[in-house]
């Protein structure tokens, strides 16, 4: 594998899952970041860290993250132009 693919791969999706996140989502009272994305060494899953502020809305936040993750990894296969697409999952950074 070229050297530091996975951390290219990582950078892209963080910068486009931040854009889908502002555009297609009102998280009302919630801000929601992206802070980090890992990127498996054979390009197959993503792991997106996501911070939330309040801690509180926390949970819920998450849920509708969740909630709409076939939808988002439909946009950034759209979006994006190397195959594969790694799976996504979402996870609560503390």
Known sequence: ??????????????AELGTLLVREFDFGNALVTITGV??????L???VKLGIIPYEQGP??????????????????KKLRFKPIPHITFSIDQ
């Open 60 to 77: 819920r936040v998450f849920k509708e993250v969740e909630r709409r993750r076939g939808e988002l990894q439909h946009k950034l296969v």
């Open 38 to 43: 890992e990127v498996g060494e054979d390009l």
């Open 45 to 47: 899953r993503a792991k």
């Open 1 to 14: 594998m070229r050297p530091f693919r996975n951390l290219k791969i990582a950078s892209v999706i963080e």
